[in-house]
């Protein structure tokens, strides 16, 4: 099984801050990567697809880079509304896995 | 607008059994592949189980191999996950998710999961 691996595990920013969260693969999952939102209480939600692609009406403060076995999400200023907790999951193969989370949270 | 509905959940016991459904509208169900993800209590993500839209192929975590199926009616729009034999750390909330025309896709849409408990 493919072993993706996010960090931080959780962080504290100001509103307007830039917040990079990273996932690393244990190995080549080309641009087969998801980022997904999840809020407190609420089902999660597709942010990004294929590693740099937004879902419509995502804002465009957010934003993915990378291949093979680095990626990158990016908050470029953060909101209020962003307090949630962050999952990267690869499909390059089943079975599908996810990243630990990292928890965003508003200082 | 995609819509996803679990239900099925609920209350068992130890080495009990549940139906979990999901009731899919809004786009052509039997086009695409269909996922089980689960959460338990304060946890991260944890993939279940695929199958393929035509259901003629099946995939399940190491966890419950052997255990949980998989199953869909593309007459009815529905996924299935029968779960027998359950266990504590089988307890979390359940999603059906939907995936792409192949199995392994991402998941552009979920349901808002349906919860379940094992405790004696």
């Known amino acids: 099984d493919i072993q993706m691996t996010q960090s931080p595990s959780a962080l504290s920013a100001s509103v307007g801050d830039r917040v990079t969260i990273t996932c690393q693969a244990s190995q080549d999952i080309a641009n087969y990567l998801n980022w997904y939102q999840q809020k407190p209480g609420k089902a999660p939600k597709s942010l990004i697809y294929?590693?740099?692609n937004l879902e419509t009406g995502v804002p465009p403060r957010f934003s993915g880079t990378g291949s093979g076995t680095d990626f990158t999400l990016t908050i470029s200023s953060l909101q209020p509304d962003d307090i949630a907790t962050y999952y990267c999951q690869q499909y390059d193969s089943l079975p599908l896995t996810f990243g630990g989370g990292t928890k965003v949270e508003i200082k | 607008e995609v819509q996803l509905v679990e239900s099925g959940g609920g209350l068992v016991q130890p080495g009990g059994s549940l139906r979990l459904s999901c009731a899919a509208s809004g786009f052509t169900f039997s086009n695409y592949a269909m996922h089980w993800v689960r959460q338990a209590p304060g946890k991260g993500l944890e993939y279940v189980s695929t199958i393929s839209s035509n259901a003629e192929s099946t995939f399940y975590a190491n966890s419950v191999r052997g255990r949980f199926t998989i199953s869909r009616d593309n007459a009815k729009n529905t996924l299935y996950l029968q779960v027998p034999s359950l266990r504590t750390e089988d307890m979390a909330v359940y999603y059906c998710?939907?995936?792409?025309?192949?199995?392994?896709?991402?998941?552009?849409?979920w349901g808002q999961g349906t919860l379940v408990t094992v405790s004696s």
């Open positions: 294929d590693a740099s």
């Open positions: 998710a939907k995936g792409g025309p192949t199995v392994a896709q991402g998941l552009d849409s």
